[in-house]
């Protein structure tokens, strides 16, 4: 939801979504473990609005079934489209929008969670030490400057929900290089302040009965009074786009 309110905020609204190539990409990382919540989120819920969705990941690093699924019924339901890749170069070509982000794969959250539920810890050892390897024959999957340029103008919005693996700040080799991220860290920065109003949305969601009621009576106090408080108008344009998700 916090990436979707920045891209709202850059496009202008969530029409303006409609026909622009959206890259959600794999990258390469040092560490094994991060999950597969972002790049499913991201997919399922963009694949909404009429997109041109593309995901790209090595051969191998699939998520799971039924989201793939899901995001095909999304984008042919909006006249959108989706298509999977295993080429983050071909991929980047006139995109609107990358998400370079790395996850692990389906197969390997499956078998972590057998080996922890068993409490097998010689085995979740061996398994990390197995997918830093897997990772290892990709370390090729990484943004840079030469990348970007092959987007839509050479001026895509680079996205990520934080932190990022930094070649040469965070890490030896990752995600992206630093050349590369402090070009575009101010757009990360922009995108990772939603977060604190998209939580605070979700709250109400859970725990207002009739969430329009409530967004309707926001909006009626800051009509009324000019002087209103500038978190009460934040706080009503992402309870908005919740209302609008929701539906």
């Given at each position: 939801?916090?990436?979707?309110?920045?891209?709202?905020?850059?496009?202008?609204?969530?029409?303006?979504?409609?026909?622009?190539?959206?890259?959600?990409?794999?990258?390469?990382?040092?560490?094994?473990?991060?999950?597969?919540s972002v790049p499913q989120g991201f997919i399922a819920l963009l694949s909404r609005f009429g997109t041109n969705l593309?995901?790209?990941?090595?051969?191998?690093?699939?998520?799971?079934?039924?989201?793939?699924?899901?995001?095909?019924?999304?984008?042919?339901?909006?006249?959108?489209?989706?298509?999977?890749?295993?080429?983050?170069?071909?991929?980047?070509?006139?995109?609107?929008?990358?998400?370079?982000?790395?996850?692990?794969?389906?197969?390997?959250?499956?078998?972590?969670?057998?080996?922890?539920?068993?409490?097998?810890?010689?085995?979740?050892?061996?398994?990390?030490?197995?997918?830093?390897?897997?990772?290892?024959?990709?370390?090729?999957?990484?943004?840079?400057?030469?990348m970007m340029a092959t987007t839509k103008n050479g001026k895509a919005l680079y996205m990520h929900c934080l932190p990022?693996?930094?070649?040469?700040?965070?890490?030896?080799?990752?995600?992206?290089t630093n050349e590369c991220f402090q070009k575009n860290r101010l757009d990360t920065y922009f995108e990772a302040s939603?977060?604190?109003?998209?939580?605070?949305?979700?709250?109400?969601?859970?725990?207002?009965?009739?969430?329009?009621?409530?967004?309707?009576?926001?909006?009626?106090?800051?009509?009324?009074?000019?002087?209103?408080?500038?978190?009460?108008?934040?706080?009503?344009?992402?309870?908005?786009?919740?209302?609008?998700?929701?539906?």
């Amino acid at each position: 939801m916090a990436d979707l309110s920045h891209l709202v905020k850059v496009f202008g609204s969530l029409e303006a979504l409609r026909g622009k190539k959206i890259v959600m990409s794999w990258a390469y990382s040092p560490s094994y473990g991060k999950p597969l919540s972002v790049p499913q989120g991201f997919i399922a819920l963009l694949s909404r609005f009429g997109t041109n969705l593309v995901l790209a990941h090595p051969e191998g690093y699939d998520l799971i079934p039924e989201i793939i699924e899901i995001t095909k019924q999304n984008a042919a339901k909006a006249g959108g489209s989706f298509e999977i890749t295993h080429d983050m170069r071909k991929a980047f070509v006139d995109a609107d929008v990358v998400y370079p982000k790395s996850w692990a794969p389906m197969w390997i959250s499956e078998k972590r969670t057998a080996q922890l539920k068993k409490k097998d810890y010689d085995g979740l050892k061996a398994t990390e030490k197995e997918c830093l390897e897997l990772n290892k024959k990709y370390i090729d999957w990484q943004c840079d400057d030469e990348m970007m340029a092959t987007t839509k103008n050479g001026k895509a919005l680079y996205m990520h929900c934080l932190p990022a693996d930094i070649s040469g700040l965070s890490c030896e080799r990752g995600e992206i290089t630093n050349e590369c991220f402090q070009k575009n860290r101010l757009d990360t920065y922009f995108e990772a302040s939603h977060k604190p109003f998209i939580i605070a949305s979700m709250i109400m969601h859970c725990k207002c009965k009739s969430v329009a009621a409530a967004i309707k009576g926001i909006i009626a106090r800051n009509e009324k009074n000019q002087e209103f408080q500038m978190t009460d108008y934040l706080y009503s344009k992402h309870f908005k786009i919740i209302l609008i998700i929701s539906m």
